[in-house]
């Protein structure tokens, strides 16, 4: 017998509870932000706004579901299970923080805060959640599958990314390195930069964008569902030893990119979670390109 859908709900710790942890009570979280020329009851409202929702959205699972809730910092210890349908809670950067964990389940974007929010990702109100859920746990429901990113090392270690995957130092230093096409006798560049920056189309609206803009790129950004990645090298440096010009270029399904470490430590994290990176040394190599698995999000 096949186990009932689970509703994971996603959501992250609000600022509100954030200043409670800090400060203890609400009266010195107020006093801390009064100090600083603020409000708490902005804060406190957004937080109650976000609590409703996330009760609105729980309320809407169907009787005969399962039901789990995670907060974000969790998300590298969760276990989501095939039949599950996640909910994230929140703001769009919510969604890719779990994209990255997931393996095709269906996911559903709820706005906490309609007009704060781009609501790119998270495109839906908690008056919708029943509806969608229904829709998500069911055969053919009707979804965008947006292209993800992936990084793979020599060592089998794999992380993936809706936005962007960074590779780069570990603070401010230069990382070194071999960069080239992943494709057999493809030339390779020695270079020295501030890191390389591998991006979808989700991407495309955030960090990717800002590089494209700055280099004033000819290249054409792509759409989240198309299957084409853009990268980047920021800040390449020229000597005689290093190069530049391989810093800018485009992937498609089954072509790569190929990094050869040549850096004591770099660190490789994607869609802003550095505290779930990879770490890589001398001699070790990544390669960069579309990955298999998308993120099915509900339309």
């Not at 070194?176 to 920056?197: H, K, M, N, T, W």
């Not at 000819?218 to 084409?228: I, N, S, V, W, Y």
């Not at 979670?273 to 339309?299: K, N, P, Y």
Request: glycine share 10%.
């Amino acid at each position: 017998m096949s186990l009932a859908p689970r509703a994971v709900l996603v959501h992250r710790t609000t600022e509100y509870e954030e200043l409670l942890a800090r400060h203890g009570t609400h009266g010195q979280a107020a006093f801390f932000l009064s100090s600083r020329g603020r409000s708490i009851d902005e804060v406190a409202r957004r937080h109650r706004r976000t609590q409703q929702a996330l009760a609105d959205v729980a309320a809407a699972v169907p009787l005969q579901w399962r039901q789990s809730r995670v907060e974000r910092a969790d998300l590298d210890r969760f276990l989501f299970g095939p039949e599950d349908v996640v909910v994230v809670v929140g703001q769009d950067g919510l969604v890719a923080n779990a994209a990255k964990y997931l393996s095709g389940q269906p996911v559903v974007g709820i706005d906490t805060e309609p007009g704060r929010n781009p609501g790119v990702l998270v495109r839906h109100r908690p008056r919708d959640a029943a509806a969608l859920l229904r829709a998500a746990g069911a055969p053919g429901g009707t979804v965008d599958e947006l292209t993800m990113v992936e990084a793979v090392a020599d060592d089998t270690q794999c992380l993936l990314a809706l936005n962007e995957i960074y590779l780069g130092p570990p603070g401010h230093q230069t990382a070194r390195y071999r960069l080239g096409p992943d494709a057999p006798d493809a030339a390779a560049e020695l270079q020295a930069s501030s890191g390389v920056l591998v991006g979808t189309g989700t991407g495309a609206t955030g960090w990717l964008r800002s590089l494209w803009q700055e280099r004033r790129s000819k290249l054409h950004l792509p759409a989240p569902t198309d299957p084409r990645l853009l990268w980047f090298v920021r800040e390449a440096w020229p000597s005689p030893a290093t190069g530049t010009s391989l810093v800018a270029g485009e992937l498609g399904r089954g072509q790569g990119l190929k990094l050869t470490v040549e850096s004591d430590r770099v660190v490789v994290f994607g869609d802003g979670m550095e505290t779930d990176a990879l770490e890589l040394t001398w001699g070790q190599t990544l390669r960069f390109g579309i990955s298999g698995t998308s993120l099915r999000l509900a339309v």
